[in-house]
């Protein structure tokens, strides 16, 4: 197979598959990467799972900017091995996973080994260099040794939940955890390097957590056993940047002397974008929106109506879910702050509907004079709105970043997995907000509210705005993450084959 590649004359050049995890979070992101190589003049293969290649082209405006903005760019789809009608989402989000990770590597394989890449357009090179998702790092690692080819590792989480995941075992070892019931959440791990005297148990990935051990034991062995494949990879990457989380990194690169920091991603393509002078992009929107639902733009209509810095933005990212007695708890907070807001309620989001008639009128009515409710927004383009004051977030990686590069400080109120670790750094070290974690009260959200958006503003302003400073430097030209892209490129390059 690689002989028959190297008689190609085209073999010279270099042909990158990436290979994300099938979820919102993770393929915007790789997606994002995946124009950056392409706008480095790679030729870029994206896998993705049928269902969400369908979704996204249907949502979207890839399957016209795509084509449009770079010729070496092509979609590839395999099957997740669900029947059609599986939600695939919520509560089944994992049985999706498991299935994909099954199905997967056999498909993955043959699209490797097959002439299939090479004779779609015959001036195309075979993939030489896989971008796996290291969510998935066994799979792609174990493809690359059988194949020959070299495989790098993407974490779309932030280096503090990659080096918590990564750290775990040795925190077991000692001692530390389990976590020893919920009179134990507050125990600060002293085994942590690069984040002692920070961390407390209930600042963990929340698979560590006692309540959820039963359901995810088996979530969290995997999530170890697949952190600790990326020492397989040749590289990693990681959506981040140097002044972000350096003293993590510092402890990172002892055990992976190649992590490429290239974040955030999402303001990193941006940038190369304008500098390309690249006009494919649709005129309703100024940003790359890899969207997997309808968007609903009626609400930048109602934010331009708004006053500047006066709405709080609610969002709970694209999995998580609440409880009605949440929901309505949360409402109340933000009808009683007396503030603006904008909630994304996602159709799904909700479970337990039963209650769904009663919704107490002073919820309504305040809604009605100072809030506005949508199924989906374009995040990027919310939180760069000059209304947006604030932002209440379920502390996703992503959404965590984006509020940082538009320099809006953040409420965090985190479901679980990376969330909870997140916003331990976004409140305590970063000083980007304040922590809501495990609390769910209207009057603690509505105080919140108003330290956020009036006593403390400030403060929280100009942290905000500072670290939005960085994160725009590190993805300029010369920046840290910018340089890191051309050393990945030259690597990328070096080590394919
Ligand atoms: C999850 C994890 O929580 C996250 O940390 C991990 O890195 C990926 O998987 P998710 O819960 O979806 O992701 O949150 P987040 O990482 O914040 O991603 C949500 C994405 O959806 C963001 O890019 C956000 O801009 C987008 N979004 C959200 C919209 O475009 N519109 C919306 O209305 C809400």
């Known amino acids: 197979q690689m002989e028959k590649a190297e008689a190609n004359p085209a073999a010279a050049s270099t042909h990158v598959l990436i290979f994300p995890c099938p979820l919102q979070g993770h393929v915007n992101v790789m997606l994002k990467l995946a124009e950056l190589l392409a706008l480095s003049d790679l030729h870029v293969t994206f896998l993705n799972s049928d269902y969400i290649h369908h979704r996204l082209m249907t949502f979207s405006d890839l399957q016209t900017r795509i084509p449009a903005t770079y010729p070496k760019f092509q979609f590839k789809t395999i099957s997740d091995g669900l029947p059609p009608q599986h939600p695939r989402s919520g509560d089944k989000t994992i049985e999706m996973l498991n299935s994909f990770t099954l199905h997967g590597k056999t498909q993955l394989r043959e699209i490797l080994v097959s002439d299939d890449v090479l004779s779609e357009n015959c001036k195309k090179p075979r993939v030489n260099c896989i971008i796996g998702d290291g969510m998935l790092g066994s799979l792609t690692a174990d493809i690359g040794d059988e194949l020959g080819m070299p495989v790098i590792h993407f974490r779309t989480i932030s280096a503090s939940c990659f080096w918590a995941y990564f750290s775990l075992p040795k925190v077991y070892e000692s001692g530390q955890l389990p976590i020893r019931g919920e009179e134990d959440m507050d125990r600060i791990l002293g085994d942590l390097d690069g984040m002692e005297n920070l961390v407390r148990c209930r600042d963990l990935p929340s698979f560590c957590r006692e309540s959820e051990r039963d359901e995810s034991n088996g979530i969290l062995s995997t999530l170890i056993f697949e952190t600790q494949q990326s020492l397989r990879a040749r590289a990693l990457i990681l959506n981040t940047f140097e002044d972000l989380e350096g003293p993590v990194l510092s402890h990172i690169r002892l055990r992976f002397p190649k992590v490429y920091t290239l974040g955030p991603l999402h303001a990193h393509l941006n940038s190369r974008i304008s500098k390309a002078s690249i006009t494919t992009l649709s005129k309703q929107s100024s940003t790359t929106t890899n969207t997997l639902w309808e968007v609903d733009r009626s609400c930048m209509t109602w934010l331009d109506a708004q006053p500047p810095k ?67 927004v374009p995040q990027e383009e919310v939180l760069a709105h000059p209304a947006v004051a604030g932002f209440m977030t379920h502390s996703g990686w992503n959404s965590t970043l984006e509020s940082i590069v538009a320099g809006v400080p953040m409420i965090c109120w985190p479901f679980f997995a990376d969330q909870q670790i997140n916003s331990r750094f976004v409140s305590h070290v970063w000083k980007l907000g304040m922590d809501m974690k495990d609390v769910c009260d209207r009057k603690v959200l509505e105080k919140m509210i108003n330290d956020l958006m009036v006593d403390k503003r400030e403060e929280f302003t100009k942290s905000s705005d500072e670290m939005a400073n960085l994160a725009l430097k590190a993805v300029r030209e010369g920046g840290s993450s910018s340089s890191k892209m051309d050393s990945l490129v030259e690597f990328i390059k070096s080590s394919a084959k």
């Not at 006066?310 to 933000?334: M, P």
């Open 310 to 376: 006066s709405v709080l933005y609610v969002s709970f990212g694209s999995i998580a879910w609440i409880s009605r007695q949440q929901l309505l708890e949360i409402w109340h907070g933000l009808v009683n702050s007396n503030k603006r807001f904008l909630w994304v309620i996602r159709p799904d989001m909700v479970v337990g509907k039963e209650a769904d008639g009663d919704t107490p009128v002073e919820l309504l009515e305040g809604t009605k004079e100072r809030g506005f409710m949508v199924g989906w």
